[in-house]
Each structure stands twice: as C-alpha cells, then as structure tokens.
C-alpha cells in the first residue's frame, strides 16, 4: 500500500489569520490611500513582461505571458495593450505577497527578491518547475510555444491555471489542446490529493470567485498520460481569481476568508507540485 | 651442465649430494706425511736458494705453485671414496603416481602431456625397466587421490581437480608399511584443491621417502590467454547496472586487444575490452551490464578463443550472483519542500525495486508523508529508535539542519552506517553539511567529504554553478553508467546541464573516492559526488541542490532517461549490499563436486549488534530437491558470525538458507546459492609449476626431472636412505678434475718460469 499522509494540523487559526498579518508580512506596505479599489503598484504590462530573477535554487515564481493577437470574445484585439493583457493581471503584487506567506508558513525557501515573466518558449523556463497563467480566456500560443510547453509539462512542469470564468473556457480548452492534443481535461473534486498536500481543503464549495459573477469554482486538472493515479501536470481555477485574492489580500477588497482558502491552495499547489 | 660436473668429477651432482666424503689412505698417515714432506723439501730446495734473476715474488708464487701440486698428489694419495646408501636389489618398493588431471590432454609443446608420460613410463619404457630390475614398482594414477593401477594404459586423463596432498598422503597410506625407496611423481604440477601440501610433505619427511619428480609441459605457453578473476558483487539488485573488473592474463600477447563479454545462461549481456600488458604481468577491464533476472545467476566472463590458442577451456570463467527481485526501503528525510523530492519521486517511480519513503518537513512540526507502506509509519515523524531506523536499508537526508535532531538521532544516524552497514546519501542544499552545523557532529565523521565552519547565517549566499565532471573512478563506477542506447558517455557528461552548489565541499576524506567534481564559474573545483565506506556501511554526499536540472532543462529533451537512470542506480548502489539482520554467504561459490564449502552467516537483533548464543542452521536444498540441514557454530572470532562446512554431492545450482533463533524467537533468515559443477581448474594457469615442483622434490630429499632429464631417475632412485640398502664406496682419487688440476699447476709453474727467462 502506498499513500500520502499529512503529519500535524493545518492551523486553521493561523490560517484565518494569515490573510490579515500580511499587512504587516509585505515589507514594503502602501499608503493607506493607495489600498483601495483600483491599481495601486501593478506594473505595466511591458515592465512586468521583463521581471527577470537571477536562478537561485529557491522557489522563484514564473508566470507566463502571451502576446499573440488572438480570438477571444468573438472579435480579434491585441494581447499586449493596456487592459487586455489578463496574463499580467495582479502582477507582481500577487506573486510577492504569495512568496511572503509561504516564507512565513512553509519550510520552502522562496525567492523574494524577484520574480519572472517569461513566454512559453524561452528556454529559461525550464528552470523553474512550476508556471502561472492568467486569463486564460485571452491565451494564445505559437506553434513554437505550444511545443516548448508541451516539453516542459512532459518533462515535469506543473501549470497553474487561473483567472478566468463562464466563455473563455472554449478558448482555453482550445490552446490546452494545441499544448497536449490528447489531453483530457477532467474536473477534480476534494479527495484529490493536491487539496491536502499543506493545508487539509474540506470543501471546495467556499471558494466562489465574487469577479466571476456568482459562477460556482470549479477546479479541473490534466493528468500524466490522462492517468487520474498519476501526477496532476495542470491544475485549472475556472470560475476563479486565486492570482486576484493573493494581491489584494492586504486589503478589504476581498473577503479575508476567501484570501485564506486563496493562499491555502496556492501553497498546496506548490507543495504538491515540489513533490509530485 | 650436470654433464660437464659427470665428466669432471665422475659421478652426477646428486650422487655428492647424496653421499659422504671419506679417506682411505693405503698407507699410514705419518708415512704419507713424511714422503710429501720429503718431496716438498726436494721441489722446494732449487726456489729457496737465492738467485739473481728471481724476485722475492716469483719465489713465493712459483713455490706455492708447486706446494699446490703436491697437495693435490696427497690428496690422490690419501684415497678419497664417496660412500653412499644404495638400494638392495628387489628389496625395495617404488611408487610411480601419474597424473590422471584433464591438463596432461594439453599439447605442449608438440604432444599431450599424458602421452609423453605414457612414453616415459610404460610397460615398454627403458626407465621403467631400469626401475624394474633394482625395485618393486606400483604405479598409481592421481587426481583428487590416489588409484592403484597396472599400467599407465589404464590412465584417462579426465580427472577434473589435483589434489597432490591427498594423493600423496593415499600412497603413503598403501605403501607406507613396505620398503619404500621412493616415489616417483609425473605431473604437470597442478595442485588446484585447498588441501595444504605441507602435512603431507612432513609425513613424507619423517618417514624419508624422497619423492622424485618430473614435471612435464612449458612453464611459458605462448599466444595463451587466460580469464583470472571476475570480482563481482555477491548481491545486486535486479534491474540494476552491475559493474565487474575482470582480470585476464596471457603469454605472447602483450600489446594486443582482446574482447570480452558476459553472458548470463547463454545470452550476451555485456561486452567489453581489454588490453594485455607485458609478459607476466594481468590486464583488467571493467565490465558494465544490467542485472535484469532475479534470482541466482550464473555469469560467465568469456575471452573468445584466439587464432592458434592451444587451450581454450581457460578463456571463460563463471561466476555465481544473487540478484535480488524485492524491494529495498529508503528513507529520504527532506527539511523543505523542494524540486529535488519531487523528481527524484519521478526518477524511481517505475523501479519496482526500490521504495522510497518520504518524509518531508513542510513547515516547523509539519511533515508529509510519501509512500509509507501503512498509516503508522513514520507517524511520529524521523525514527527515534535504532530499532525502527534500522529497518531501512538506506537513508536520504537532504536539506535539513543539524539542529533539528536530538544528539543521539545524529549519533544513530552514524550507526546506521557503521553497525548496521546501511547506506547514506546527503543531498547538498541550504541546510545541509556545514551549512546546515554538521560540522563536529557525528554525522561529520560518518560523512566522505570534509566539513568546517560553523552554520551558515542570514547573510550567507553562497551560489555556484558547476559544470559536472566524471573522475576516472567516477566514469568506471556502476552508479555512474548512464549512458544509453549505444550514447558515448563522454559526450553524454559533456552535454549535461551544470547544476549548481550551495555548499562548497572541496575536499574528500583520506580513502574516500571522489567520482564527480564540479568547475564552478569562479575556476574552483568543488566535490559533486563522492563515497566512502563508513564501518559495515558506505556513506555517499551529493553536493548539487538541483539535479532536477539533467530532467528539466531546456537541453534536455523530454524522452533523455539520465535524471531517472543517475537516480535509480545511484539508490540501487547505496542499499546493494545492506545485509539483513541474518544472512549467508558461500566461499567460495563455485566448486567442485565433493569440495567442501564454507558458509559464514552473520546473526543480528533488530538493532544490529551480533548475537553470539542463536541456534542457526544452514538448509542445503540440492538441485534434486534433496535437502540436508547442518547446524552452524559460532566462530568465537567475531560477535554474531557462525560457520559450517559442507561438502556437495549433485551437480548443479544449490540453495542454502540459514535460518537463526534465540529461546524460540526467530531472529531472521536469509538465502543465499552456491553452484557445483565443473570450474575448469584444470586448465587454470595451465603451464607446468615448476616452483612448486622443485619445492615438492627439493623438501623430500628427491630430484627435479624433466622429461628430456628423466632417463637419469634409474640411478638416482637407487641412491636414497630409504628403504633396505646397502653402503657403497666409490673412488674419487681417479676424477678427471683432479689430474686436470694437477696438470694446471704443474703447466703454470713451468709457463711462469718460461716468462721470466728461466730454464
């Protein structure tokens, strides 16, 4: 018999509290006027398209981004304009608060001095094993890209998918497919592993999205070989901004609950995908 | 030579050797004395007067020339005999053992060696005649013993082993209450049992009876080569790269390249090279193969035969190999979440041979457990007994600080290596050696790379990429062989992506073996791999923090198998050779029928240390099903090992299982092979053993002869203490070499006298 078993509780007061303490956790907190709805320190698309860390062996977040025009919506628009960019949304605000929470509540040792913004072809990709893409409903791909992602997932990457709700589904499944033709697509519920790889997820009924227009999450995965009892390659936040409550979890925009079971699975996804 | 002593001094070397120098003067030997004295007084007179012409010097040089002369006169005078013990005629046995060994059908350098045997000592032989008429002769054949025969027509030439002691000892026996003069020894000088010479040789020394030999074929048998050795590993796993270092030697072949292969039940497994050195001396090859069959195998190391080889039946040499078909248990104790756990997971996912149990410290008090076998394993996280450590056969540790383990935990650790002979591998990263305060901790000792400075602080940033590359041990190594469908490893290293190093171990232990090194960006050299053993155990440290990198990295394309192959060889080595608490071994573990064997097995509690008062016994399951059991003693030389010996019947693949109990408790039991059957010894160093041989003659008072020398055995038998003889004096005044020494001094008094202008 082989299994996983998760020593010790999860600290569901920590948990609750984690949300709230990254106020104090994020070394360079706002002013109170710019904590409010609205952008306070994201970086235009173009700067954040050339975050660039230095490999360190620490756990470095990449998120990837895409710049082909594209069909999204019924209609063709550019991919790198102002306010159509969904692959930089939240950053980096996102990935910095989600490198203080796990410094603070893992083992893992992040990187927070940087992180990266790369497309799925440049080889430096593979230096980093795990991949965030937002809004996807926007994602398109080169031959080119699609085949370096492919080779990434093949060899061990592990995509974390997010941002996105109701119609980009079909453009998202359509550039999947264009990554791994055979892939099947299959959605998870609670028992997967992945939901207690750190923090021990119940439900997966809390986590309604408020961006999403009332949709129900839904967590969907694609598997090695399609083999549900082999290792989850990508993991799928549909009707879900995970990346949305990472950045704002320092501030009341978002509910501190849902923050909570935001960071909860951001680092159940790291972990998962550090031993998996 | 022996000639030219015959021809000067009238008899053989031997016959001196073997007899007394004495003096019978015919007349007394004041009136010798007197006569000599008058002679010297007469020869001497015309030298002591003084003269113009002669020096002082040619004086004394001409008068003690001529004193010389008359010494050799009065030696001839004095009547020298040599008295010597020779037979009484038919008074006397003779033994004559023939060699009956498969090596006498070896033709060298013309015939078999059998026939030239047949030809000197057969019915029809002038030697045996000779014998004949001064002894009662009885031949024997001799392999593995002794055999009364007729003639040497009955003699096949098919026994399979020499033993010379027991055949020595078996015609003692037969002949020992007789006269015996002698015996008379015909072989090639195989003495290929265990049995020691020297008892029987004492025995033949106390008793006198000399023992005459005649050795027979080349000691140098040219364009020969020979497999000596195979070193293998008693145990590997299956699946695993097996590696062997082969030794072959040879004549005549130095210069030259010669392939080798192993084969398992037949089949090529492995393929390889060796090139010979000088005369005299082995070339060694290693050998890399998989291990695919569980199970005992059968390898056979086969030099194929060369164009003109006479013997070919040494160019193959089998071996007997456990290969294990279960699973071995690792613990891999990680402090962080990290890339390395999950694709070293993935490296071994498919190896049903090993099971890596992970215990990973996800948070402070947090841990993850992987693949435990059942709900309580590891429950309260890092073994806290010896008991429950020990039951792993290897142990990973990766990042994680020294601090996070109580003292004893470090000094078990240390034990899991030295007592129970585990296998440890540490993993570089930020928390570990020095970086991690291992240094001065008992895992230090344990460690094969040497560890100074204190833990690293919040300041430290040490961060090197290192280009990885094999050192010559490292490319040989077993763990090591990651190339792949027919890939040249030197491209394959060459290729790899640089991995980098957090810890910067430069330096390896006195005997550790360092088998990767790193060249950093900055031209330092780092260690990237190294092994050492540690007591029963072997300890290994692999510095990078991301071998990951050889799966991931974009140079690395998806279906490259290195990542999986370095990971699972290099675990599949750490726990190899990780000995249960109760096992067996075999020594040797090939024999031939009817040659006792060995067996050792080592009886331990659960925490490892040796039980001395166990009721062990060892069950020999023959290859027809029929089993013997033989209860095992303990040796008294070291704590928990008990010996037995057995002596096979059957042909063919043998299992042994040894089971251990104390006050009805089982403590274990283990399996082990051992196979019987023809080794060939016969043909093993197949020249004559000339050393050994002499040595055999020279101990026992006989003679060395070959078959060009052993027309002279007739005579030389016949001088001997042993047996009915008689006395016999034989004159010694008339040697040529006394007349032709006279004749010398006399001719240089007159040449000397001639050269000064003397008359």
Redesign the interface.
């Known amino acids: 018999m082989r299994k996983g078993v998760m020593l010790g509780t999860p600290g569901p007061v920590a948990a609750l509290l984690f949300g709230l303490l990254a106020l104090d956790w994020f070394p360079a907190a706002q002013p109170l006027a710019a904590q409010r709805f609205g952008r306070r320190d994201l970086m235009d698309p173009y700067e954040c398209a050339e975050l660039r860390a230095a490999y360190s062996g620490k756990f470095t977040f990449l998120r990837l981004y895409y710049s082909r025009p594209n069909r999204a919506g019924g209609y063709f628009r550019r991919g790198r304009g102002w306010g159509w960019d969904g692959w930089a949304h939240d950053c980096p605000v996102a990935e910095r608060h989600l490198m203080t929470i796990i410094e603070e509540l893992t083992s893992i040792a992040p990187n927070r001095d940087g992180s990266n913004s790369l497309a799925a072809d440049d080889p430096e990709i593979f230096k980093y094993p795990v991949a965030y893409i937002s809004e996807p409903g926007q994602w398109a791909l080169t031959d080119a890209e699609a085949l370096n992602l492919r080779k990434y997932l093949e060899k061990g990457g592990f995509l974390i998918v997010d941002d996105f709700n109701g119609r980009d589904w079909f453009n998202f499944e359509e550039i999947m497919l264009q990554v791994l033709p055979n892939a099947h697509i299959v959605r998870l519920d609670q028992s997967h592993e992945i939901f207690n790889s750190f923090f021990y997820i119940d439900s997966l009924d809390r986590l309604t999205d408020p961006t999403s227009y009332g949709l129900p999450s839904e967590f969907h995965g694609i598997f090695e070989d399609n083999d549900p009892s082999k290792r989850l390659m990508v993991i799928v936040n549909y009707n879900n901004d995970i990346g949305d409550a990472w950045e704002w979890s320092d501030t009341g925009y978002i509910p501190v609950d849902l923050t909570n079971e935001a960071y909860k699975l951001g680092i159940n996804y790291l972990v998962y995908s550090m031993t998996h | 030579m022996d000639r030219v002593f015959e021809f000067l001094f009238k008899y053989r070397p031997v016959v001196f050797e073997r007899g007394d120098v004495s003096f019978q003067p015919p007349w007394p030997l004041w009136a010798l004395l007197l006569v000599v004295s008058i002679g010297a007084l007469i020869a001497l007179a015309p030298y002591a007067r003084a003269s113009a012409k002669l020096r002082l010097r040619d004086r004394v040089a001409l008068s003690a020339l001529r004193v010389l002369a008359l010494g050799v006169l009065l030696f001839c005078l004095a009547r020298p005999i040599l008295v010597v013990a020779v037979v009484v005629p038919q008074q006397n046995f003779l033994g004559i053992l023939v060699d009956n060994s498969q090596s006498m059908r070896i033709a060298d350098p013309d015939r078999p060696r059998g026939q030239i045997a047949t030809e000197l000592f057969g019915p029809e032989s002038p030697i045996v005649s000779a014998l004949s008429e001064r002894f009662k002769v009885r031949f024997f054949s001799f392999a593995d013993g002794a055999k009364r025969i007729g003639t040497l027509h009955e003699v096949a030439f098919d026994g399979r082993r020499t033993d010379l002691a027991r055949s020595l000892e078996d015609v003692k026996g037969e002949l020992g209450s007789l006269p015996l003069a002698g015996l008379i020894v015909v072989t090639d000088g195989g003495h290929n049992t265990a049995t020691p010479l020297d008892p029987a040789l004492l025995g033949l020394k106390a008793g006198k009876v000399p023992v005459h030999v005649v050795g027979l074929g080349q000691e140098r048998i040219d364009r020969e080569v020979e497999v000596l050795r195979a070193d293998v590993p008693t145990m590997v796993m299956a699946g695993s790269a097996v590696a062997v270092d082969v030794t072959v030697g040879h004549s005549g072949l130095a210069g030259q390249t010669v392939p080798i292969r192993v084969e398992d039940e037949g089949r090529i497994v492995g393929v390889g090279q060796v090139q010979l050195p000088r005369d005299g001396e082995a070339g060694t090859t290693r050998l890399n193969f998989t291990a695919e069959t569980g199970g005992a195998r059968r390898l056979r190391f086969v030099v194929p035969p060369l164009e003109g080889e006479k013997i070919v039946e040494n160019n193959s040499l089998d071996r007997v190999v456990e290969v294990q078909s279960g699973r071995q248990k690792i613990l891999y104790y990680e402090?962080?979440?990290?890339?390395e756990?999950?694709?070293l997971?993935?490296a071994i996912e498919g190896d049903e041979n090993l099971?890596v149990v992970?215990l990973?410290?996800?948070?402070?008090?947090?841990?993850?457990?992987?693949?435990?076998?059942?709900?309580t394993e590891l429950?309260s996280?890092f073994p806290g007994t010896r008991e429950e450590l020990f039951r792993y056969k290897g142990l990973v540790l990766g990042s994680i600080e020294a601090s996070s383990f109580p003292p004893d935990q470090l000094r078990m650790i240390s034990d899991f290596v030295s007592r129970r002979g585990g296998g440890l591998l540490v993993l570089g990263g930020?928390n570990a050696f020095a970086e991690g305060g291992y240094t001065g901790t008992p895992l230090a000792d344990a460690l094969p790379v040497v560890i100074e400075g204190p833990p690293r602080g919040e300041d430290y940033d040490f961060?090197d990429e290192v280009k990885v590359v094999p050192t010559p041990a490292g490319s040989a190594h077993p763990a090591l062989q990651l190339a792949r469908g027919g890939k040249d490893p030197a491209t394959l290293w060459d290729a790899l992506p640089q991995l980098?190093i957090?810890n910067p171990v430069t330096e390896v232990k006195p005997g550790a073996t360092l088998l990767l090194e790193g060249r950093g960006g900055r031209g330092d050299t780092y260690v990237v791999l190294a092994h050492h053993r540690f007591g029963r155990g072997k300890a290994l440290a692999l510095l990078p923090?991301?071998t990951?990198?050889w799966?991931?990295?974009?140079?690395?394309a998806?279906e490259d198998s290195t990542h999986e192959a370095l990971w699972q060889q290099l675990l599949r080595w750490v726990v190899s050779d990780v000995p249960d608490p109760v096992s067996i071994t075999a020594t040797p573990d090939r024999v031939e029928p009817g040659t006792p064997i060995t067996f050792v097995a080592q009886v331990a509690d659960s925490t490892f240390l040796g039980v001395n008062g166990a009721e062990v016994t060892a069950t020999v399951v023959a290859p027809s099903g029929a089993q013997e059991s033989i209860p095992m003693g303990w040796t008294v030389e070291r704590d928990g090992e008990y010996r037995a010996t057995f002596v096979p019947k059957e042909e063919g693949m043998h299992e042994v299982r040894v089971a251990a109990s104390r006050a009805g408790n089982s403590l274990g039991s283990g399996t082990t092979h051992m196979d019987a059957g023809d080794i060939g010894a016969e043909f093993r160093g197949p020249g004559m053993r000339a050393p050994l041989l002499r040595s055999l003659a020279e101990q026992t008072g006989g003679g060395f002869y070959t078959a060009e020398t052993a027309s002279r055995l007739p005579e030389d038998v016949s001088i001997t203490e042993a047996g009915a003889t008689v006395r016999e004096e034989r004159d010694l005044w008339d040697m040529p070499a006394l007349f032709l020494l006279l004749l010398g001094l006399i001719g240089g008094e007159w040449a000397y006298r001639k050269r000064r202008g003397l008359p």
């Open positions: 402090g962080e979440p990290r890339f756990v999950k694709f997971r993935r099971q992970v990973l410290r996800t948070a402070q008090d947090k841990y993850l457990r992987l693949d435990v076998s059942d709900s429950a996280g930020r961060f980098s957090l923090q991301d990951w990198m799966q991931m990295h974009a140079d690395v998806p």
